[in-house]
């Protein structure tokens, strides 16, 4: 489908471990998120990417946790030194036009269960 | 700063009866506002928005929205409910004078009993 993709669907790993997660946008969205979700905790903003422009940060938790973007498509969200208060379910979503200035929703992908044991 | 509030962790309701889920916002302008469903191990789908005109917004699965400026709120409801309505509901708020991502409200999980 045309959807937003995300892999992997599930990842279990070691504490101190680093994770890459990935993220494929709907093919012309120039909005992409990241966020995470915890069990009771809803949906907690982590980094947004707007087209060409410096991507908002605001919401990482840590410097343990960075994300990229390249060639305005793929992103990848890194978690270095994983802990276990990092286990949670990542979302991606994206959105045909920047934030703000449109009133496009925003689309997800399925997420990534990250457990860290 | 924006905020979103949705008071009731879980809602229940048999099939047939009408439902309600809360929500209210904070805002510093005029707000967007979206309710989006999530099933069980899935991403967030988009239910409905707000953005201007009529106060009572109409969007999928038969649900819809009324938009009450002096309350602050944003109830998401349904005529008749079904048993396969039975999700986590998350309303959600961004300024419509800004930059920033969507807020989302902590969810509220809605069962429909048969």
């Known amino acids: 489908g045309a959807g937003v993709s995300q892999s992997p669907s599930n990842k279990v790993t070691e504490k101190g471990k680093d994770v890459e997660l990935r993220c494929d946008p709907i093919?012309?969205?120039?909005?992409l998120y990241w966020y995470r979700q915890s069990l009771g905790q809803g949906l907690e903003f982590l980094i947004y990417?707007?087209?060409?422009?410096?991507?908002?940060k605001s919401g990482l938790p840590s410097d343990r946790f960075s994300a990229e973007r390249t060639g305005g498509s793929v992103s990848t969200l890194t978690i270095q030194r994983t802990q276990q208060e990092d286990s949670a379910v990542y979302l991606c979503?994206?959105?045909?036009?920047?934030?703000?200035?449109?009133?496009?929703?925003?689309?997800f992908g399925d997420g990534t269960r990250l457990s860290i044991l | 700063a924006q905020s979103v509030a949705q008071p009731e962790d879980q809602v229940n309701v048999a099939e047939g009866n009408p439902l309600t889920v809360k929500c209210t916002y904070s805002?510093?302008?005029?707000?967007?506002l979206f309710w989006y469903v999530q099933y069980p191990n899935r991403g967030l789908q988009f239910l409905l928005k707000y953005i201007t005109g009529d106060n009572l917004v109409k969007g999928s699965y038969g649900f819809e929205a009324e938009f009450n400026k002096s309350q602050t709120s944003f109830h998401l409801k349904k005529p008749s409910a079904l048993v396969s309505d039975s999700a986590l509901y998350f309303c959600a708020v961004r300024d419509l004078g800004g930059n920033t991502p969507l807020v989302f409200g902590k969810g509220t999980r809605l069962s429909v009993i048969a």
């Open positions: 093919s012309g969205h120039t909005a």
């Open positions: 805002v510093s302008g005029n707000p967007y």
């Open positions: 990417f707007q087209g060409n422009s410096a991507p908002d």
């Open positions: 979503a994206s959105s045909l036009l920047p934030s703000g200035t449109g009133n496009q929703p925003q689309h």
